[in-house]
């Protein structure tokens, strides 16, 4: 079992930066194949990038390719979401999300434990 919790969201201009973090509680977190996701008002849950256990491989939809980086630190137990060059469409509720199997996937249902979540609004 893992409990996450994401923090770092907020309000920022089209344009703008914002860093997300995701911490996890126990002591296996770099046995987690961690990602994040994000979900529009009205709109399905979508993979934003994903990233394996030692951090070496990572993955990204193609829509943030270039303008967000995923990171972790094992020994902080925490991954990290760095997002640059916000657009308004990047607005959402951003979720980390969490599963054993060191295998890349944009499907949400793979991921067995999620975080409750953090607001993320570009303004134009």
């Known amino acids: 079992q893992v409990q996450l919790v994401e923090s770092g969201g907020g309000l920022v201009q089209a344009g703008g930066s914002l860093r997300l973090s995701c911490t996890a509680s126990?002591?296996?977190?770099?046995?987690?194949?961690m990602g994040w996701f994000r979900q529009a008002p009205g709109k399905e849950r979508e993979f934003v990038a994903s990233?394996?256990?030692?951090?070496?491989?990572?993955y990204y939809a193609e829509y943030v390719k270039g303008r967000f980086t995923i990171s972790r630190d094992n020994a902080k137990n925490t991954v990290y979401l760095q997002m640059n060059s916000l657009k308004p469409e990047d607005t959402a509720v951003y979720y980390c999300?969490?599963?054993?199997?060191?295998?890349?996937?944009?499907?949400?249902?793979?991921?067995?434990?999620w975080g409750q979540g953090t607001q993320v609004t570009v303004s134009s």
């Open positions: 999300a969490a599963k054993v199997p060191n295998i890349a996937t944009i499907d949400p249902k793979a991921y067995d434990f």
């Open positions: 126990g002591r296996t977190f770099s046995m987690y194949y």
């Open positions: 990233v394996s256990w030692s951090g070496a491989r990572t």
